[in-house]
């Protein structure tokens, strides 16, 4: 019976929100504008500091054990039959490489430094893109992107349709079938869950504390900070060891900033790369390209008004519940 109500609520009240949020004027043009990169947050990680511990990994997951899936099962039946089931609920301790539970990974190379071989770490999760994507082209406006620069995956609007999968140009989201919205409205032919990645422990830094894998390493190998001291700081760490810098201008630029003394070409050739292994590639800006510039201005006030439809299909369940 919940679930009658709130597919009822939902197709009058999101026509009622929907028509509300047109009389108020098209949302999502603010998603269009150009991000203010003074007031984003990013984080140098030196490579070279990195013991491969895992004390991060175990940090992310204690600090957002929370925040992650409780999938329903037996899952639908999907039409078509072609969108593929993705469970990682009896998978929860897999921890070398990203998952809907994992959320941080290690990555490892052995690389040559000075005649040397030696095994690089490298901690890997959301790039955090200063003009990310994932949050201009998710056409339910799930993917969201605060002032700070961190961007994130409401799990309450998400449909699990992995486009921002598909934009990222690292593959970084991660899909859990069986939870979310999809279950209430169209369990057999949405997006089959909800995609998870890094938020960058935004309710820890909204309560001015440390994202969790920062104040966990025990080598200080990340530092957070304004993203202008922290590219400042990234030039000066590279010429005092004639290192190399990744994410200053990669995908038009990230918050998340890599010093390393070996070439990131280099690197990208030594990691294991896959599904849920990012590469290190260069990156060009995905979104100074015309076809997506085009899907952006067309997809920001579609995906506003299905952001507000979701927002009262989410209030009309938890007043269905309190019933």
């Known amino acids: 019976m919940e679930k009658q109500i709130s597919r009822r609520a ?5 026509m009622a929100a929907a028509a509300g949020v047109a009389a108020a004027g098209m949302p999502g043009s603010e998603a269009l504008a150009e991000p203010d ?6 984080t140098l990680i030196d490579i070279s500091k990195c013991i491969g511990c895992e004390g991060c990994v175990e940090a992310c997951s204690e600090a957002n054990a929370g925040k992650y899936p409780d999938p329903q099962k037996p899952f639908p039946k999907m039409y078509p039959g072609r969108v593929p089931v993705e469970d990682w609920s009896e998978k ?12 941080l990974y290690i ?15 490298i901690p890997r999760r959301c790039m955090h893109c200063v003009n990310p994507p994932c949050v201009k082209l998710c056409p339910w406006g799930a993917a969201q992107q605060q002032e700070n620069g961190i961007s994130r995956i409401d799990s309450d609007l998400c449909l699990g349709g992995s486009k921002c999968k598909k934009v990222c140009p690292w593959d970084i989201p991660q899909r859990q079938t069986g939870t979310g919205l999809y279950l209430d409205i169209l369990p057999s032919m949405a997006g089959n869950g909800v995609m998870y990645k890094c938020d960058r422990c935004y309710d820890r830094v909204a309560d001015g504390e ?35 810098i990744y994410g200053e201008a990669e995908n038009g630029g990230t918050n998340t900033i890599y010093v390393s003394a070996v070439p990131f070409e280099d690197l990208n050739q030594a990691v294991e790369q896959g599904n849920g292994k990012p590469h290190l590639k260069a990156v060009e800006d995905t979104m100074a390209q015309a076809n997506n510039l085009a899907a952006a201005m067309i ?3 579609l995906a506003g008004i299905a952001a507000a439809v979701g927002k009262f299909f989410k209030g009309s369940k938890t007043v269905s519940k309190g019933a």
């Open 107 to 121: 990555q490892r190379a052995d690389v040559e430094i000075n005649g040397e071989e030696k095994e690089l770490t």
């Open 210 to 244: 440390l994202p969790a894998c920062i104040e966990a390493c025990p080598e200080d190998v990340q530092i957070i900070g304004p993203r202008e001291d922290i590219i400042k700081k990234a030039h000066a760490l590279a010429k005092e060891i004639n290192g190399y």
């Open 299 to 301: 997809i920001a006030p």
């Open 92 to 103: 929860q301790d897999v921890n070398d490489r990203l998952t809907p539970y994992n959320w």
């Open 10 to 14: 939902f197709l009058k009240g999101g």
């Open 37 to 42: 990169e003074r007031k984003q947050l990013a």
